[in-house]
């Protein structure tokens, strides 16, 4: 069975960071995530990574992938020099291994898959995946006979103008029977432009290497800066929403929308421009999202529509209508035909079936009944400077604009509370409550004019 063995020894120079390139994300994941996710059509025996710079960071964030060695590259001289601090580790092995670039996460499985398979129908004793670039700077370039016999790799920075015409390039990905390379790794020299020991000169060495070209070259594009990692993004987000759109779900202008490839869609789904859809968040059929729209981790009923708002962690269930501008977050439940309207925030909370939160409130530790009305500038004051206290309302009650629900409090059913009032006690169901000053008026009664002041 195949072994793998995953290049992210290297800092990634050219990304100006902190972080060892592998580790930067990619839509929600690392690049070194990516690769290993591009396993997932192949069972390999083994997965070692081979990590250097900041390895222990590299090993701290795939500290969920229970199966994964880890080998160390203590200084980084190259692929080639990268690959032969397994020989330790591999003495003894007979199969195949796969190797694969840590920099290079948009590897479909199916690519690799075909990759081995080509491998060894024919018996090479290493395969290379290859593309035909429009622009190849910057990858080795790959020299083959007309039998897509590869005789020689030479990087970039090591070509003739000559050599440079050739838009064959080196993927980063190899297959290569693991007694052949193990036998030659210890002859690598570094004598190129960078002083390294490069992994693609086994090639000259071993016999057969047959090259295989990838069918669609974004593939195999490899991140060696911000730019390309922004490009990237762009060639996931396009493959994510041309799924979609197959799938029945209407883009209004692709271009400014994001989806996370964790996100499920209904048919019959409207996504308005600047909308941005992420985590574990699943719309179903008929709901309008945005424009101007962010749904995370959230799960949005059928035919809701959301406006300028902000979703996160939360439940909103089918027929209501969120926004224009409404932020809901950290577990908050909306009910069916529910309407939270402009500019209201509700947080840890649950909302009965058609209950209104319509213009300007905060929403914080409730527990609101059906068909409740919550009048224009309600506030559940849920926190008293230490602990978040609870306000639960019954079904039907209303409050009156600019009221405060002083927390930990209980309004009963059909309660109507009045505008302007600070309720800081329990109020029973079918009550009228008033709490605040009554209106003082006295008639015939004037300001005294002020003295003039003299200069
Ligand atoms: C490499 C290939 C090039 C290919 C390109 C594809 C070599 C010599 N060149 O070039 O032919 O077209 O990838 O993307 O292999 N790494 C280590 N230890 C090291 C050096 C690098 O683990 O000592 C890791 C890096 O972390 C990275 C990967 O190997 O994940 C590739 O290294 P990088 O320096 O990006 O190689 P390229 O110049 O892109
Ligand atoms: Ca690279």
Not at 247 to 254: E, K, R, S
Not at 289 to 313: F, H, K, M
Not at 321 to 339: D, K, M, Q, T
Not at 395 to 410: C, F, I, Y
Request: glycine share 8%.
């Amino acid at each position: 069975m195949v072994a793998v063995a995953i290049l992210a020894a290297g800092r990634g120079t050219r990304m100006k960071s902190n972080l060892p390139k592998v580790l930067h994300g990619l839509g929600g994941r690392s690049l070194v995530e990516r690769v290993l996710n591009s396993l997932s059509d192949i069972e390999p025996s083994r997965r070692i990574i081979i990590v250097g710079y900041q390895g222990h960071l590299v090993q701290e964030a795939l500290a969920s992938f229970s199966d994964v060695e880890f080998v160390e590259q203590a200084e980084q001289k190259g692929t080639g020099h990268a690959i032969q601090q397994l020989l330790p580790h591999l003495a003894g092995f007979q199969d195949d291994l796969l190797v694969l670039n840590g920099d290079v996460p948009l590897l479909r499985p199916e690519t690799l898959q075909q990759l081995l398979k080509t491998h060894q129908q024919h018996q090479n004793a290493a395969t290379i995946l290859t593309a035909q670039l429009p622009n190849p700077k910057g990858y080795g370039r790959v020299f083959c006979d007309s039998q897509n016999i590869v005789k020689q790799i030479v990087e970039d920075r090591d070509c003739s103008p000559a050599q440079k015409q050739n838009h064959r390039i080196n993927a980063g990905v190899y297959c290569f029977r693991w007694p052949d390379l193990e036998r030659i790794l210890p002859q690598l020299k570094a004598n190129n432009d960078q002083q390294e020991y490069y992994l693609t000169d086994t090639v000259s060495f071993l016999e057969p290497v047959m090259s295989v070209d990838v069918e669609d070259y974004q593939e195999i594009l490899g991140i060696n800066d911000r730019k390309q990692l922004a490009g990237a993004y762009e060639i996931l987000q396009a493959r994510v929403k041309d799924d979609w759109m197959a799938a029945g779900v209407t883009l209004v202008d692709p271009d400014s929308i994001t989806i996370d490839e964790t996100v499920q869609i209904e048919p019959d789904v409207v996504i308005e421009p600047q909308t941005h859809l992420r985590g574990k968040t699943t719309i179903r059929a008929g709901a309008r999202i945005g424009p101007g729209s962010l749904i995370e981790n959230s799960e949005i009923g059928e035919n809701v529509t959301a406006l300028y708002s902000v979703v996160t962690d939360s439940t909103v269930k089918s027929g209501a209508r969120i926004g224009p501008y409404a932020h809901l977050r950290g577990h908050v439940e909306v009910g069916s035909g529910c309407r939270i309207g402009n500019f209201v925030e509700i947080k840890s909370s649950t909302v009965g079936d058609r209950t209104n939160v319509a213009h300007l409130s905060y929403i914080g530790n409730a527990t609101l009944g059906e068909r409740v009305n919550i009048g224009a500038g309600t506030i559940t004051a849920n926190y008293d400077g230490v602990n978040k206290h609870p306000t639960v309302i019954g079904d039907r009650t209303k409050t009156g604009s600019n009221s405060v629900l002083v927390a930990p409090v209980t309004l009963g059913a059909d309660v109507t509370v009045a505008a302007g009032s600070v309720v800081t006690k329990d109020v029973s169901d079918d009550s009228l409550v008033i709490a605040r000053a009554r209106q003082v008026t006295r008639a015939g009664w004037r300001m005294k004019p002020q003295a003039e002041s003299e200069e």
